[in-house]
Each structure stands twice: as structure tokens, then as C-alpha cells.
């Protein structure tokens, strides 16, 4: 053991230590290569995937590792964390599991999807505040009141511990990484990791990544006060306080911190759906995001990526996906200002149809004061191939005399 790794709050040793807890409880993920991602982004991408768990979570782990190691009086006692998701139903389901009472002081603005999942693993609920910081301050006075154990959702060596499991599975699973890309919310999945492949692999960087609007550990280990606040995709990682024990072991272990933008998540997220059929919260597709916003960096590298989880809203995804099909140019609307007579609507399906373009919507607008009185708007939305055969579909409706304007993504605003 190094200086340097004995000094640290958490070691090597404590993850292999826990390690036969978590092997026990919770599922062994695959880490595979994705081709399909390797060709999107440049580098040889490998995935660990997390979202395969039971709750669709990393944070099964960290929980296990936490609750098994309680003594016989602590267990007795209970637990009490506080969480808006995924922690949330890590605690209850593994605290029901091991016969453990468990309480989730969730806040009031928590989706009730989530708090419906949280209760059916078994966890009495408390709906407290506006914020998850709300929350904890709730949390641990009901913990002082009942004597209940606090775990904590990422400052805690136990929970640190259990998250490092996953560095060593992409280790003995996969190839010799260059980087391993991890989300960083508060820090105990990275702190983890990084222990475990620091300890194993020393070679190999363990980078995080961080939602641009929720810069809070790249700001600590910079010492830059950047704004963090706003609605993020990546809700799972958007945290403005980082822990003290996660902060220690991250500004040691840890060389970088990227942040990635909304439009990068948005894309990785899709990605991980439409080319490796597979389910990624914005949180857990942080890491595919880096690769896409900086590809110069890891073109040729071999990269592990975590997805960490997969617990997103069906409507946000289903919106996320039209999105893209919108950036890509594969749907496409057009404002067309027309004569307000019987076959008018016809002509212009016809000339669409003969192009290869698929209507989805059509709507009428005839009360803006900037179309003729006998005249009437109309917007379309139609399906196309690319950006080349929207271009044409345009260049052959102005061909018809017909003024047409390019809406959403490909050109004008609403």
C-alpha cells in the first residue's frame, strides 16, 4: 500500500473488504465494448452498465455496503436517508431485504413516481422542504429523535467503499483502460472508483463529469466560484455542496473534472438509446456526453464509461428523441402561406408524397392579420431523411410560387 492510498479516508483495502457483501446482493453488470458508440465518438468506448440493477441504479452498492456492516444494535435501530431518487430506493429495498426499518425524507417537489417506488421497496416516506438539503436537515433531526442511522448518500466511507466495486469489475472485465469517464454529483461514485483503479491500475485516469449548470467539484478542486443552479437533465448529479471525505480523495486521485452541456447530454442520451438499445437517466449518460463535446481528447484512447443508471421520466425521454430526430433534420416543419380553397391542402400532399416525405401534422391558421383575407397558413410538419432532402422539399414548395418558411430546429422560431 502506498503512502499516498494509506493517507486516504478510503483504500483499497476497505473496498475489498466490502466486496463480498456487494458480490452477494447485487448484481455483477457487464462491462462491453460498444462498437457503434466507438464509431460515433473516435475512441474505443467500453460501458459499464449500471442501470442494469434491480432499482436501475449504481447506488445498490454503496447501500449494501453501508447497511450489512451496521452492528446488531445499529440494524435494530434503523436507518434514515434522505434522497430524491435513486438513493432513495438503493436504502429501501436493501434495508427491507436485510429486515432493516427504513425511513426516506424525500422533498416535497420529489415526482411522485418516485416517491410511490420508494415506498413500494418498503421505506416509510417523509416529505419535507423544497430541497434535498431541506431534506437532510429533516433527516437528521428525525435520525437524533429516533435514534435512527443516518446514511448518507455519497460522504460516507462505507458507502465510498461499495461505489469502488464497480473500478474493479471494469478492470477484470475489461481491457486496459486509458480513462475511465465517471458523473460526478457529490463525489462518492468517483471517489470510489478511483480508489479501486488507482489501487489496481495506477495508469489508468479516472476523469469526472459534471453537469455545466452544477459545476460545485470542479469549482472546489480549481478554486473557481462558478454559478451553479437551473433545471438539468442530469438531475442525478446536480448537486451544489460536495462532500468533505469525497472532496479529499477526489482533488488527490482525480486529475480533471469536465462539464458538458445540456445539448451534449441531451445527445448522449439518445445515443446510448437508438445505437446501443439501452436506457441512460442524464446522469448516467455524463461520461458518453464528455466523449462527444471534446472528441480530439480521447480519439484512438480506450474509455470505460459508467452509465449509472437508468431511472429517467418515459415523456422526457420520449421528448429527448424527438429533439434529436428534429437536430438531425429527419423532422422537419414548414410555414406555408396558401389560398383558401378546397384542393389547396391536397396539391401540396401530393407534391410532398412524390418527394418522399411522410406528413405528421398539419395545422390551419387562419387568423394571424399578416395572411390575406382569402388566404390561410399552414404548417406542417413532415418526416424526411436528412438535411438534404428538407432543403429540397423547401427549394419545390417555393418552385409552386408558394412562400414557405423553415420553423424549429433548421431555421425561423415559433
Known amino acids: 500500500m ?31 465494448k460498444a462498437p457503434r458508440l466507438s464509431a460515433l465518438t473516435g475512441a474505443d ?3 459499464k452498465f ?10 445498490e452498492r454503496g447501500a449494501v455496503a453501508k447497511l450489512a456492516t451496521l452492528s446488531a444494535e445499529e440494524a435494530a435501530r434503523g436507518v434514515i436517508a434522505m434522497s430524491a431518487g435513486n ?9 427491507t431485504r436485510l429486515g432493516i426499518s427504513t425511513t426516506i425524507v424525500m422533498p416535497e417537489t420529489t415526482p411522485q413516481v418516485k416517491v410511490l417506488a420508494t415506498e413500494a421497496f418498503g421505506a416509510r416516506v417523509v416529505l419535507y422542504g423544497e430541497t434535498v438539503a431541506d431534506a437532510e436537515q429533516e433527516a437528521r433531526r428525525i435520525a437524533e429523535v429516533e435514534r435512527r442511522v443516518f446514511v448518507h448518500p455519497y460522504d460516507d466511507p462505507s458507502v465510498i467503499a461499495g461505489q469502488g ?20 454529483g457529490g463525489g462518492g461514485l468517483i471517489s470510489g472508483i478511483a480508489v479501486a483503479v488507482k489501487g489496481r491500475a495506477p495508469e489508468t485516469q479516472v476523469i ?55 445539448s451534449a447530454l441531451e445527445r448522449a442520451v439518445n445515443a446510448f438509446l ?13 461520461g458518453l456526453a ?17 452509465l449509472c443508471g437508468g431511472n429517467i421520466d418515459p415523456r422526457v425521454l420520449a421528448g429527448i428523441l424527438m429533439r434529436e430526430l428534429e437536430r438531425d433534420h429527419r423532422i422537419v416543419s414548414f410555414r406555408v402561406t396558401i389560398l383558401d380553397r378546397p384542393g389547396m391542402l391536397g396539391q401540396i400532399s401530393t407534391l410532398l408524397g412524390k418527394l418522399g416525405a411522410n406528413i405528421l401534422e398539419v395545422h390551419h391558421r387562419r387568423t394571424f392579420l399578416d395572411v390575406p383575407a382569402k388566404g390561410t397558413r399552414l404548417d406542417l410538419t413532415v418526416e424526411t431523411r436528412d438535411q438534404g432532402h428538407a432543403q429540397a422539399i423547401e427549394a419545390a414548395l417555393a418552385a409552386q410560387g408558394l412562400p414557405v418558411q423553415r420553423l424549429g430546429a433548421g431555421g425561423a422560431d415559433w
Open 87 to 95: 438513493h432513495a430506493q438503493a436504502v429501501a429495498y436493501h434495508g
Open 50 to 59: 449500471e442501470n442494469f440493477q434491480l432499482t436501475a441504479s449504481f447506488k
Open 208 to 262: 469526472g463529469v459534471e453537469a455545466g449548470l452544477y459545476p460545485a467539484m470542479k469549482s472546489m478542486l480549481d478554486g473557481t466560484d462558478r454559478p451553479s443552479g437551473g433545471p438539468t437533465l442530469a438531475e442525478g448529479i446536480a448537486v451544489r455542496n460536495v462532500g468533505r471525505i469525497t472532496s479529499e480523495i477526489i482533488s488527490r486521485l482525480v486529475p480533471d473534472i469536465l462539464l458538458v452541456e445540456e
Open 45 to 47: 468506448v467500453w460501458v
Open 2 to 32: 502506498s503512502g499516498i492510498e494509506s493517507a486516504l479516508p478510503v483504500t483499497l483495502a476497505d473496498v475489498d473488504r466490502v466486496r463480498p457483501l456487494v458480490d452477494a446482493a447485487v448484481l455483477r453488470t457487464p462491462t462491453m
Open 165 to 184: 466495486t464497480i473500478g474493479l469489475e471494469m478492470l477484470e472485465d475489461g481491457p486496459a483502460f486509458d480513462a475511465i469517464l465517471v458523473p460526478v
Open 290 to 306: 464528455a466523449l462527444l463535446s471534446e472528441p480530439e481528447r480521447f480519439k484512438g484512447q480506450t474509455i470505460g464509461l459508467v
Open 274 to 286: 437508438t445505437l446501443q438499445k439501452t436506457v441512460a437517466e442524464g446522469a448516467g449518460a455524463a
